[in-house]
C-alpha cells in the first residue's frame, strides 16, 4: 500500500532550527511536496523535490533521498509565525497525491 | 499560480439537507480537484472534477453522495448531499495549473457544519 509518515507534533523554541522528517511508500514516485497550513486556512506550497539533494529556499530548505523513501523539510530562524501543520506529500506514478497527516509545529518564545 | 474563490467560506447546515460549494479560478486549469480535511486530520480526495464529463470519485466517495460540476475549464461545484454529523468538514478545492508533477494551488476552503 502507500504510505506517508511523519510525526504527529514538534515543539521548538524562536530562533532556532527544526526538522520535520517525513518517510513514504507509494506506487512508483513522482516527486515530493511539502506543504504549510496555518489554522483555519488552506495549505500553501512550500518545496518540492523530485531529484537526490537538498533545495534551499530562504529559512526554508527540502530534503529527498529516493533510496531511503525518506524526505525532511529544514526551518532555519523560527518565528513565532512559522507555528503551522507542515503536510507531506508523494506524487505516486498516476500523479496521485499520498498526503501525510501533517505535523503540527508549535514554536515557543 | 492561480486564484482560487470558494464559496461558502463556511455554513452550518441541518441534518438531511445538501448543499452546493462553488469554486472559481482565476485562469483556464488543467485538472480540477475536491478534498475534504476533517478536524485534526489530513486531506483526504473526494475526486478530479473532470470537463465535460463525470467525475472520477476516490475510493470510498460516490457520486450519489458528493455529485460535481465541472461545466468550464475555471468553475466547478461539489454537492454534499443529504448530510449527516459525520460530514461536518473542511471542503477544499485545488487546481493543478500544468503539468502532472505541478504544485497544487487551494482555495480558501469551506467549512462545514452539520447539526
Known amino acids: 500500500g502507500q504510505n506517508i509518515d511523519q510525526p504527529t507534533e514538534m515543539t521548538a523554541t524562536e530562533g532556532a532550527i527544526v526538522q520535520i522528517n517525513c518517510t513514504y511508500q507509494?506506487?512508483?514516485?513522482?516527486?515530493l511536496f511539502w506543504y504549510q497550513q496555518h489554522a483555519g486556512e488552506a495549505p500553501t506550497f512550500l518545496s518540492y523535490?523530485?531529484l537526490d539533494g537538498l533545495e534551499e529556499k530562504g529559512r526554508f530548505s527540502s530534503f529527498l533521498s529516493r533510496s531511503k523513501g525518506y524526505s525532511y523539510l529544514l526551518l532555519k530562524e523560527l518565528q513565532m509565525k512559522d507555528s503551522a501543520s507542515y503536510l507531506c506529500?508523494?506524487?505516486?506514478?498516476?500523479?496521485?497525491?499520498?498526503w501525510g497527516a501533517g505535523t503540527k509545529l508549535i514554536i515557543k518564545p | 499560480s492561480a486564484v482560487i474563490s470558494q464559496k461558502p467560506s463556511r455554513d452550518i447546515c441541518q441534518r438531511g439537507t445538501s448543499l452546493t460549494i462553488q469554486c472559481q479560478v482565476d485562469?483556464?486549469?488543467?485538472?480540477m480537484f475536491w478534498y475534504r480535511q476533517q478536524p485534526g486530520q489530513s486531506l483526504t480526495l473526494i475526486a478530479t472534477a473532470n470537463q465535460g464529463s463525470e467525475a472520477t470519485y476516490e475510493s470510498g466517495f460516490v457520486i450519489d453522495k458528493f455529485p460535481i460540476s465541472r461545466p468550464n475549464l475555471t468553475f466547478s461545484t461539489l454537492t454534499v448531499s443529504n448530510m449527516s454529523p459525520e460530514d461536518s468538514s473542511i471542503y477544499l478545492c485545488s487546481v493543478r495549473t500544468s503539468s502532472d508533477a505541478g504544485e497544487l494551488f487551494f482555495g480558501e476552503g469551506s467549512r462545514l457544519t452539520v447539526l
Open positions: 485562469s483556464q486549469v488543467t485538472m
Open positions: 523535490n523530485v
Open positions: 506529500a508523494g506524487l505516486d506514478s498516476n500523479y496521485q497525491l499520498i
Open positions: 507509494t506506487s512508483g514516485f513522482n516527486g
